[in-house]
């Protein structure tokens, strides 16, 4: 609520506000450095795709950001409300479990897997955080389910459960579920990775009218002709680092970083 | 051919049935709290539960039924005595043979319930959870919508066979005098001096209510299978 007042203006995006900035994030498992010092900063609107080797970082970065893993160090805020501070026990060690599930719920996460409830229908699925986390009236949810279903396409399979649903319909129907929580961003972690080849692009055409629609994303993906064209900003991260970052053009055009334009090079798109 | 003991037989079954769904009641919650001790508690809470389901699991019933039944009202009575004031110096507890009998009983297949719900809850895959965390749910929100449900599946046969098991032990709970389908049966063979044909209509009423409880868990089973296509 103090935070109300740190909502930053980038001045070099016009009046775009800044949704999401992460300050020198660090995550070890153990003895291993997985996150070396990663800074970034997301506009409203934005759609940022990550992109990286397997190896890289760019999952437990993005599953750091809604302290799915906690960060070791580091500073994580969210339309100026802290997320994770390593210098405030209120965030790290003696976290404020209810402050980092309201977080959560207003960066909703996409997975590779789906992980769409299986016990519950679509509707259900969808309506189920609205109503138990944030507390709205059912009748409003229920609306609201039915308009996010409608625009991934698949309203007319409400009453199927996931299992009944392709790959393809079950990651709409996940993208309705984070669309659900009118989110400040969604988080994307690898979601064309465990769909067949012909379901990807059903997927990543609901993820381009998003992006066109402006809200905002963090992707990480592999999908390289969704990146150079979809997205506002790219950045490549290598051995917990960010490598190389800039508009698609920059780049996937002129890559700075040797390691980015090998990566883009062995990357057929 | 039943010389007169037909309704107290049917008033032990429904005695019987009492006494199960209330045992069984009472072992589902104590399997779910030893479930949570064992999987998200702390050092102390994990080793008690882990003592309850060896201690519990290692003597046999009708030990537990007589100790408890007979011996705890003893104990706190010499307590009482011992270390109370002079004026409770005549003090006497008794149990009441029907809560001593689900409170054992309860207290006995809570411990195999521990275990049922402890393997159930690891069978949930982790992404189920993770969605739910991730989207903002915790503690009571987070069980109650995902950790629950999906546990289920998993935890229905196991359930089923302890429901199965817990009934035919209501039989050891004659031992402490009650009323009870197996109690009603000696009762009207030694009046009758017919054991046969009354252990015989105990044996076909029990089988009866397993018959009819298969029938009912299996309805349980389609309900907690909903949405996944493997069936256990």
């Known amino acids: ?269 | 051919m039943l010389q007169g003991y037909g309704p107290l037989l049917l008033k032990g079954l429904a005695m019987t049935i009492g006494v199960s769904l209330a045992a069984f009641a009472v072992a589902f919650v104590l399997g779910l709290l030893g479930a949570s001790a064992k999987l998200y508690g702390g050092r102390v809470l994990r080793t008690i539960a882990e003592i309850y389901t060896v201690v519990i699991r290692g003597v046999p019933e009708l030990v537990l039924i007589l100790l408890i039944y007979y011996g705890t009202p003893t104990l706190i009575q010499t307590l009482v005595r011992t270390f109370g004031p002079e004026s409770m110096s005549r003090f006497r507890v008794d149990f009441d043979p029907f809560i001593a009998g689900v409170c054992t009983l309860g207290l006995i297949y809570g411990a195999f319930a521990t275990e049922v719900f402890r393997g159930a809850i690891r069978s949930i895959p982790k992404g189920q959870i993770e969605a739910g965390i991730a989207y903002g749910m915790t503690g009571f929100t987070l069980i109650r919508m995902v950790i629950f449900p999906q546990m289920l599946r998993f935890a229905i046969s196991g359930l089923g066979n302890v429901w199965l098991v817990l009934v035919k032990a209501t039989a050891l709970i004659s031992a402490i005098q009650l009323d009870e389908l197996m109690r009603s049966a000696e009762l009207a063979s030694a009046n009758t001096r017919e054991p046969f044909t009354f252990y015989l209509i105990a044996a076909l009423l029990y089988l009866s209510v397993t018959v009819v409880s298969l029938a009912l868990i299996k309805r349980t089973e389609q309900f907690a299978f909903r949405g996944n296509e493997a069936r256990g």
Request: charged share 25%; aromatic share 6%.
């Open chain 1, 1 to 269: 609520m103090q935070a109300q007042s740190q909502v930053a203006f980038d001045p070099s995006q016009g009046t775009a506000e800044t949704v999401l900035s992460v300050d020198n994030l660090h995550k070890s498992f153990g003895a291993l450095e997985v996150l070396k010092g990663i800074s970034l900063e997301a506009h409203k609107g934005d759609v940022i795709s990550i992109l990286g080797s397997s190896g890289s970082g760019k999952s437990t970065f993005l599953r750091c950001l809604n302290l799915l893993e906690t960060p070791s160090t580091g500073d994580i805020r969210l339309k100026g409300e802290p997320v994770f501070s390593s210098k405030d026990p209120k965030f790290s060690t003696k976290r404020d479990r209810g402050l980092t599930a309201r977080q959560r719920s207003r960066m909703p996460m996409v997975f590779q897997g789906f992980n769409l409830w299986s016990h519950m229908t679509i509707l259900q699925n969808v309506m189920a955080a609205p109503s138990k986390v944030l507390n709205r009236p059912a009748h409003e949810v229920e609306e609201l389910a039915m308009s996010v279903l409608e625009r991934v396409g698949i309203a007319n399979k409400r009453d199927m459960y996931p299992s009944q649903l392709s790959g393809g319909q079950q990651q709409r129907a996940a993208i309705a579920r984070a669309l659900a929580m009118k989110p400040t961003l969604i988080l994307f972690d690898e979601p064309t990775s465990a769909l067949d080849p012909e379901l990807v692009g059903e997927v990543l055409r609901v993820m381009r009218k998003l992006a066109e629609e402006h809200v905002t994303m963090l992707v990480v993906t592999h999908e390289m002709n969704f990146a150079r064209d979809v997205s506002t900003k790219v950045v490549f991260l290598h051995q917990g680092l960010v490598e190389e970052e800039g508009t698609p053009d920059e780049v996937f055009g002129s890559p700075k970083s040797q390691r980015c334009r090998e990566f883009l090079s062995t990357t057929s798109y």
